[in-house]
């Protein structure tokens, strides 16, 4: 959002490298590569327009038109352009992103085959072409049922007698070339057959003449090891085992007192709190998740989304309620829509309930006002405890009519009051605390009369609820200052360890580092050693 400009400005605020001059310069020599493709961004155009430029940006990033159309992907791809040159004046005009969905559609069907091959003495070959050729040696590969066989087809226009009335084949011929197929190989003067036990995690089902085989060689009072007893199987069964077996365990890193963390947000708290190494790996090790190439529209990005709408709406009406809120609520989203480079087919789905949800947040904030009223939105404050600065972004927060009432958007999620007083929801006490002690610089009043939480997902039966806390907020803020202390008092300790998970069933709603710290592995772990010890 904003273009390259916005990018340009948002590096030199946040990168703290000594790099940022060739970053800065990388940024600059990607603009100009994309420029020709850029400069259509806007309305409809020509499909050889956007056709030529896009030619030309490939060819600039590729490094060249000689790097570029080389080997057989390059020509494969070249050929297909070619054709689209000569079809593109029976195109009609259009915008960017349909002529990216019709270029997707079009190259994504190419088929790019090795122009010399592999080794001269190898063949890959599809079942009709392998009944053709003879060899010293065959490899049947793909043993599995839906593979070979595959699953038998299915006509949703004739029936079976339909078909037979037609003279058409019917679904049992395929399975029948394919046992055909398979003796013709087996027969082989050196045949070997393969396949996967599993597929995506799954168990697989051998094919059928695997079972049969089995069933002839115990008649003929042989084992069914008969078929595994070659060098090559003994071969693939080793490459599953290990001399030395080694498990990885609970990682509790303790980085010196000067690596620790002495500025975080009031959102990683939580994290703080259910998964210590999130923090480590965030704020002494500095890694940070990259964003897929591809990134789907996720509940985040709704999220986002959503409270930038809200955003926009409060500080446009800060004290009346216009009486068509709902309208233009729903302008505002298909504006902040429009601007989002998200599939459209995502966006219909989640419409009907922005539409739910329009219609009661504006009846919610009708019964509201004119009692409670904005007072800022997305505000950020500060305060430090024990050397250690917290910050915090409040959604919004509303001025009551005796105290302040901070509010908390979510798109998801369930929250209770007793959640923020045990800390698995620690974020609006924090704010409430940050409050207190004059952190949210533009907002003076000190007295809090309630802490909410808004979950807005649309849904039929209830779109929006409140979760609100108003009878024990100077209790909970205590408790929350005495949390924070000690927890900042322990973790400043060179000797704590930052524990992956340290409590059992309790976890972070999101986990960026669960790779990292290896969860499955020393998790399935404890769980061998937590039932040994049972039995």
């Known amino acids: 959002k904003g273009g390259f400009g916005a990018l340009y ?37 020509n499909f050889i327009d956007l056709l030529t430029a896009h030619i030309k940006t490939i060819e600039t990033l590729g490094g060249g038109a000689q790097k570029v159309w080389k080997d057989e992907d390059g020509e494969a791809l070249s050929a297909r352009l070619s054709e689209m040159i000569a079809q ?34 190898l063949m890959i070959l599809g079942q009709l072409e392998a009944r053709l050729i003879d060899a010293d040696v065959v490899i049947m590969s793909g043993l599995n049922e839906g593979s070979w066989p595959p699953e038998p087809g299915h006509d949703p226009w ?12 019917v679904y049992e011929r395929s399975v029948g070339l394919a046992a055909h197929d398979f003796v013709q190989g087996f027969c082989a003067p050196r045949c070997i057959i393969t396949r996967a036990k599993r597929s995506a995690g799954a168990p697989t089902i051998p094919a059928r003449w695997l079972q049969r085989l089995g069933t002839v060689l115990n008649a003929a009072g042989l084992k069914k090891e008969t078929l595994t007893n070659a060098p090559a199987a003994h071969w693939a069964k080793t490459l599953d085992i290990s001399a030395k077996f080694s498990p990885c365990k609970r990682p509790e890193p303790r980085p010196p007192k000067h690596a620790r963390p002495r500025r975080i947000s009031a959102t990683q708290i939580e994290t703080w709190l259910k998964d210590p190494y999130g923090i480590y790996a965030r704020y002494v090790l500095k890694l940070k998740l990259l964003k897929p190439l591809e990134e789907k529209t996720e509940a985040a990005t709704r999220g986002n989304i959503l409270h930038e709408i809200l955003h926009q709406f409060i500080t446009a009406h800060p004290n009346d309620m216009p009486h068509d809120a709902e309208d233009i609520l729903m302008n505002l989203a298909k504006e902040t829509l429009e601007t989002q480079n998200e599939a459209p087919e995502i966006w219909n789905f989640w419409w009907p309930r922005f539409e739910r949800l329009s219609a009661w947040f504006a009846n919610h904030e009708h019964a509201r006002r004119p009692a ?149 592995e020393w998790a399935i772990l404890e769980e061998s050693e937590t039932s040994g010890k049972a039995a």
Do not use: C
Not at 160 to 169: D, N, S, T
């Open 372 to 520: 409670e009223r904005p007072l800022k939105t997305e505000i950020e404050g500060t305060m430090t405890i024990q050397g250690v600065k917290i910050t915090a972004r409040a959604d919004r927060i509303d001025k009551g009519l005796q105290g302040a009432i901070i509010i908390d958007y979510k798109s998801g999620g369930s929250y209770s009051v007793k959640s923020m007083h045990t800390g698995d929801a620690p974020q609006l006490p924090i704010e409430a605390l940050i409050l207190k002690q004059s952190g949210f610089a533009t907002i003076n009043t000190q007295e809090i009369e309630a802490l909410e939480y808004w979950t807005l997902t649309g849904k039929e039966a209830q779109p929006g609820k409140v979760i609100a806390e108003r009878k024990d907020i100077e209790n909970l803020i205590e408790n929350t200052q005495a949390g924070l202390i000690e927890m900042i008092n322990t973790f400043s300790d060179p000797s704590t360890p930052y524990y992956s998970l340290p409590r059992d069933g309790i976890a972070p709603r999101f986990n960026d580092y669960e790779h990292l710290a290896r969860i499955k």
């Open 88 to 121: 593109a004046e029976n195109m009609p005009q259009m915008n960017i992103r349909t002529y990216a969905e019709t270029i997707e559609q079009i190259i994504g069907s190419i088929t790019v085959r090795p122009k010399y091959g592999t080794h001269p003495r």
């Open 158 to 169: 004739l029936s079976r007698p339909m078909r037979k009335e037609f003279g058409l084949p």
């Open 9 to 45: 400005e948002h590096i030199k605020q946040e990168t703290q490298t000594e790099d940022i001059d060739d970053i800065v310069a990388f940024l600059q020599t990607t603009e100009k590569a994309l420029s020709p493709i850029l400069s259509l961004r806007e309305g409809t155009h």
